[in-house]
């Protein structure tokens, strides 16, 4: 499998004190429970990935740690104590989400959809300067600011639900299969701008994903979700010289 | 033809429509935002009726600020449906149809108890200056050229709030991608709250004006929020426009009926015109398909 | 006893309206606010008929000056069940026609609303407020049934025979249908099964049923007036029905008798006058608690008292895991595509196809073939147009220019049904298997011939109904070996996990004998170790003689599985060839393939 390390690997961050310490995490639906005491850490910098299989909880496990659902458990955030189901103190804090599905609003342009992505910053300036920002950092923004954000390429759209992630400058981006339904070469770019990001401004990524390859390439550490559990942790690059992973699914 | 018929007619149709275009906005936003078959909105509405005559019988205040309590009840009544049987069902449950049977509960037990309470007698509102315009062969009285006035500035005000305010594209983006506003940090249960409070003001602030000119009774919101639920489904469900224009449209066509039969019938041939474009366009004349 | 017999007389009333109501809530899906109006319409229509002409006496008009016909109480009896039953257009025609949901909450509503007020206008024909009284008794050859312990008989029959009429179709394959289509009607289409002509059967059904309880109360009362058919009749019957659950027989009838109970009970405890504000007002809050605290109604629908549940022979409870889900067909997974020689016609002839949405022109101009027996992937960038070729060529979206032929035939003007019922059929990306439904019945649904569907054979042929229902058990079970999932056929789909529900779709395409599949995205939110399984499966569709074209974005699944690839990038067709020839070029490998 060396075709995975065309990039160069990265090694572990020194154990900076985590910005994102999930402890305990329990979640269910109705009856059903869908986390079972999950625990995990994400560092200033660090991209951390968490793969697993459909419903495996990936996204339920993003949603807690998010707080768009109920849980039990902890989770520490920049130092902070999030309560269950407070995501818009967590978006307060500097934690930013962004869905697999419909990541964009539609049926406003893309510049309405900026606007949005940073409107739960108070000042009106800063939200400009922002925007300024993001067009200037994927040019098809720019381009694009007065079209509808439905009408874009799923690619596109997908680099636009980026941009309204870092709107709020965050400090850990939550993102949700980031790769789904997107070509090989859109997704390298993405992923691209990703790996930038949380090397030069220290931002923190924990992404879910079931697309092996293209998330080992930028990882640097790996989580492995079977039905609700953590199963294994481990550096990107043991995962990356793994012959397969299904058994780990 | 008789022209003067059709005058008066087309005046009242106008006014009546103006009515049902602010109750369609009113109920318009909070199904379109919160997607809550809303049908307690009937008992809002008659309780802004009922609050209003209470004030003005048992303390003798002007008409005015009776009016002002009736509109802060229905506030009040409609947020509390909302804070309380609404969001307690809506926590068990996520299918729509739990929230509607709620709403039919809430609407059953409320206007009983207001039966039970204040008997089905008529309640009038006394008080509202007495004018009225002649104008040709047309006849109108002041109640209903303020309720006209008042009608189009809400939705004006409505309009411009959620285009020009932050609060306003909150709301815009819980209706249009629920999951996206929460993912960007707006508080869905927030924007809920304000849809039904604006909604509500709404609806109490109609109910006086329909009381002005007949008299409060526990069943009378009925019939006006159903009239209201079929022009925001004419018209298209989440557009204020669309609403509007479905109101004001419902109002014309129940008025000029009376150019060729009873008025008795203008609600049933409403319904026809209803029917017939929920068939061609599902989507009402302003609404798109959803995405 | 004549006081028992009276209340019996209510509930029953209630049972047979909520049963009329729970066919369309629990098959349908859809929940009716005019129940109130189809039991009066079959009343008034039997009353109006059996009536006599009005008499006048010393030029006074006696009864209430209403007209009637003087016809044979039976007579007027059938005359009304069966208006009702086509009165039930009104409701069921917008349904068809995308009304759902509220819009359909609403437009019964109004229906119901509107039908109250013109009972009490249209005073001449339906005596108004008073409506008519006088009526001739309820009376077989002569017999009179006057009173209430006589009459409660008529009401127990009818009950006894809606329910058996219910459960019959709920177990039949109408019942399989009408389920599906619950779920998805796209998919029900997609495997060439009918969609309108079902539903309207079901409204029809349910009305005529509420017209005919309308009928005997009018019998039995000797009058009708429109207090009896309001818009609260009709909200107590929801009530009834949601307390009950949805879809669940025993739960309606519960729910009327205690509605159906109560009333009596709350006069005994306050004045008359204010006795119906008390019922509502308890049945308001009670409605309230129970839809709180029991969304699923007293009984759930999951419960051993669920309709329609017949007792199916017990296959193995294992659980399967994706790893053991394997093809029975011995295919070796290393096993690549040879390049075949294409000598036969063409499956699929697709010229010059096009599609605008808007500004955007999704499809420009494209044109391809498919070979009998091969499998072609069609690759692209995201939005390059791939899903919407599908849903063109099938017409489930029509094409602004371009023609296709299947097998020769030209099927540009057919709809995506009638399409299926040629040979091309399709998956969906979001699978849209039914999932409450086993994995036997989803393919049921799909294999073709069932008479059984358009539910009159269960009635007049019930014996080679039975037969053939036998049948297209054992050809679902076969096509869910194919799959490997026969062990699971008795589970209900929704408990698989995505990659078997993927395979049971694919199931669901080989029951209906299409003979060209067209699959989107099959491996995409497939879990890696299910993925195999599902290549493995769709290489044995070759080899049994299916033609398959897949969209896929996964290059290492399409070099496994694919002879031909096309690829589309903005609604263009930029190239056609093998995996190998694409990925050698150097234009196509910036665009799409990456580094």
Redesign the interface.
């Known amino acids: 499998m060396s075709e995975l390390l065309t990039e160069s690997s990265h090694s572990p961050t020194p154990a900076t004190d985590p910005i994102l310490r999930v402890s305990s995490v329990s979640a269910a639906y109705g009856a059903r429970q869908v986390l079972d005491n999950v625990s995990l850490t994400v560092a200033p910098g660090e991209i951390v990935t968490v793969l697993g299989h459909n419903g495996a909880g990936k996204t339920t496990l993003l949603k807690a740690v998010f707080g768009a659902i109920s849980r039990s458990g902890n989770v520490e955030f920049d130092g902070r104590e999030l309560r269950s189901q407070s995501y818009t103190a967590a978006v307060g804090h500097g934690m930013s989400f962004t869905p697999a599905t419909l990541p964009v609003f539609r049926d406003l342009t893309v510049q309405e959809n900026l606007d949005l992505g940073g409107i739960s910053l108070r000042s009106r300036q800063e939200r400009r300067e922002q925007v300024e920002k993001m067009q200037t950092l994927f040019s098809l923004l720019g381009e694009r600011s007065g079209q509808l954000a439905g009408t874009l390429s799923g690619g596109q759209q997908r680099i636009l639900s980026i941009a309204m992630a870092l709107m709020i400058k965050p400090k850990l981006m939550l993102l949700d299969e980031p790769s789904l339904g997107i070509a090989p070469s859109v997704v390298q770019q993405i992923f691209g701008q990703i790996r930038e990001l949380a090397q030069e401004e220290k931002l923190a990524v924990l992404l879910v994903e079931q697309n092996v390859r293209a998330s080992l390439r930028i990882a640097d550490r790996v989580y492995y979700l079977r039905h609700g559990e953590i199963i294994l942790e481990e550096p990107a690059e043991v995962s990356a010289a793994r012959e397969h992973w299904w058994d780990l699914f | 033809m008789n022209m003067e018929l059709l005058e008066q007619l087309l005046v009242s149709g106008i006014v009546l429509g103006s009515l049902y275009a602010a109750l369609a906005v009113s109920f318009g936003i909070i199904?379109s935002t919160t997607r809550v078959?809303h049908l307690a909105h009937a008992l809002v509405f008659t309780c802004g009726a009922y609050a209003a005559v209470l004030t003005a019988s048992t303390f003798g205040t002007p008409v005015w600020v009776a009016m002002i309590v009736g509109v802060a009840a229905s506030i009040l009544i409609g947020l509390g449906i909302q804070a309380g049987?609404y969001t307690?069902?809506q926590r068990?449950?996520k299918?729509?149809?739990?929230v509607?049977?709620?709403a039919?509960?809430?609407?059953?037990?409320?206007?009983?108890?207001l039966?039970?309470l204040f008997t089905a007698s008529n309640r009038p509102l006394t008080g509202f200056p007495e004018h009225t315009f002649v104008v040709g062969s047309v006849t109108v009285t002041l109640v209903d050229v303020v309720s006209m006035v008042v009608a189009w500035l809400s939705i004006l005000a409505v309009g411009l709030f959620m285009t020009r305010t932050?609060r306003g594209?909150?709301i815009?983006?819980v209706r249009?991608?629920a999951?996206?506003?929460?993912?960007?940090?707006?508080?869905k249960k927030r924007v809920y709250l304000l849809v039904f409070a604006i909604g509500s003001a709404i609806a109490g602030l109609m109910a006086q004006f329909v009381t002005l000119n007949g008299a409060a009774t526990p069943s009378m919101g009925l019939?006006y929020v159903?009239i209201a639920?079929?022009a925001v489904?004419l018209g298209g469900i989440g557009s204020i426009k669309g609403a509007a224009v479905g109101g004001l449209a419902l109002g014309l066509i129940t008025m000029l009926t009376g150019l060729w039969v009873?008025l008795?019938?203008g609600?049933?041939i409403a319904?026809g015109v209803?029917?017939v474009m929920?068939?061609i366009k599902?989507h009402g004349l302003f609404g798109?398909a959803a995405? | 006893m004549e006081y028992w017999a009276t209340i019996g007389i209510a509930i029953l009333t209630y049972a047979v309206l909520s049963v009329s109501l729970n066919l369309l809530f629990g098959y349908i899906g859809e929940l009716s606010m005019a129940t109130a109006a189809f039991f009066g319409i079959g009343a008034y229509t039997a009353a109006i008929l059996s009536m006599p002409p009005a008499q006048s006496i010393a030029g006074l008009t006696l009864s209430s000056g209403v007209s009637g016909y003087d016809l044979n109480p039976w007579v007027a009896g059938v005359v009304g069940v069966v208006l009702a039953a086509v009165a039930a257009l009104i409701i069921s025609v917008p349904a068809v026609a995308r009304v759902r949901g509220e819009s359909l909450i609403l437009l019964t509503f109004s229906f119901q609303l509107v039908f109250s007020q013109l009972l009490t206008s249209m005073q001449s024909v339906t005596g108004g407020d008073q409506g008519i009284s006088g009526l001739k008794p309820l009376a077989i050859f002569g017999h009179e049934f006057t009173q209430a312990r006589q009459a409660i008989w008529f009401y127990v029959v009818l009950l006894i025979a809606v329910v058996a009429l219910g459960m019959l179709l709920g177990s039949s394959p109408y019942g399989r249908l009408l389920r599906g289509m619950r779920e998805s009607e796209s998919a029900v289409l997609s495997v060439g099964k009918p969609v309108i002509v079902p539903k309207l059967l079901v409204f029809s059904v349910a009305c005529g049923i509420a017209g005919t309880v309308g009928v005997l109360q009018s019998n039995y009362l000797q009058s009708v007036a429109p207090a009896s058919f309001d818009v609260n009749v009709s909200i107590l019957v929801v009530a009834a029905v949601v307390l009950g659950g949805a879809g669940n027989i025993w739960g309606a009838l519960l729910g009327s008798v205690i509605l159906g109970g109560l009333t009596p009970v709350i006069r005994n405890f306050t004045a008359d006058a204010h006795a119906s504000q008390w019922q509502a007002i308890i049945f308001g809050v009670a409605l309230f608690v129970i839809i709180a605290f029991r969304p699923n109604g007293l009984i759930p629908e999951g419960s051993r008292f669920r309709r329609g549940r017949r007792p199916q022979p017990e296959l193995s409870e294992a659980t399967p895991t994706p790893d053991t889900a394997h093809s029975r067909i011995e295919v070796t997974s290393e096993s690549r595509p040879v390049a075949l020689a294409v000598d036969a016609e063409p499956i699929l002839v697709v010229k010059g196809l096009s599609k605008r949405f808007g500004g955007l022109q999704a499809v420009n101009d494209v044109s391809f073939s498919l070979p009998e027996r091969t499998i072609t992937a069609l690759i692209g960038p995201n939005g390059a147009g791939k899903t919407t070729i599908f849903n063109l060529i099938t017409r489930a979206i029509t094409p602004d220019a371009g023609s296709v032929t299947l097998r020769g035939a030209d099927i540009s003007a057919m709809d995506p049904r009638e399409i299926a019922i040629q040979g091309m059929v399709r998956s969906f990306q979001d699978v849209r298997v039914f999932q409450k439904m086993s994995a036997l019945d989803n393919v049921a649904v799909a294999v073709p011939q069932q008479p059984g569907e358009w539910a009159w054979p269960l009635l007049l042929r019930p014996v080679s109904s039975r037969r053939r229902e036998r049948e297209v058990r054992d050809r679902a079970l076969d096509c869910l070996s194919l799959v490997g999932l026969s062990k699971v056929a008795q589970q209900p789909v929704g408990s698989l996990s995505f990659g078997d529900q993927k395979l049971v779709a694919i199931a669901r395409l080989i029951a209906t004998d299409g003979e060209l599949l067209l699959l989107d995205e099959p491996t995409s939110g497939v879990d890696p170790g299910s993925v195999e399984g599902v290549i493995e499966v769709i290489q044995s569709l070759r080899d049994i003689g299916k033609t398959v074209c897949l969209v896929e974005h996964s290059l290492h699944f399409v070099d496994k599985l694919a002879e031909h690839v096309i690829f589309l990038d903005q609604g263009r067709l930029t190239a056609e060839g093998s995996l190998e020839e694409l990925t050698s070029r150097p234009d196509l490998v910036t665009l799409y393939f990456g580094t």
Not at chain 2, 95 to 98: M, R, S
Not at chain 2, 104 to 113: D, E, P
Request: glycine share 6%.
């Open positions: 199904y078959f049987p307690i069902v068990r449950s299918d729509p149809i739990n509607f049977i709620a039919l509960a809430v609407g059953i037990a409320g206007t009983a108890l039966e039970l932050n594209r909150a815009t983006a249009t991608n999951g996206m506003a929460e993912a960007v940090g707006i508080s019939r159903l639920f079929m489904f009873s008795d019938y609600t049933a319904f209803v029917i929920l068939i599902p798109r995405v």
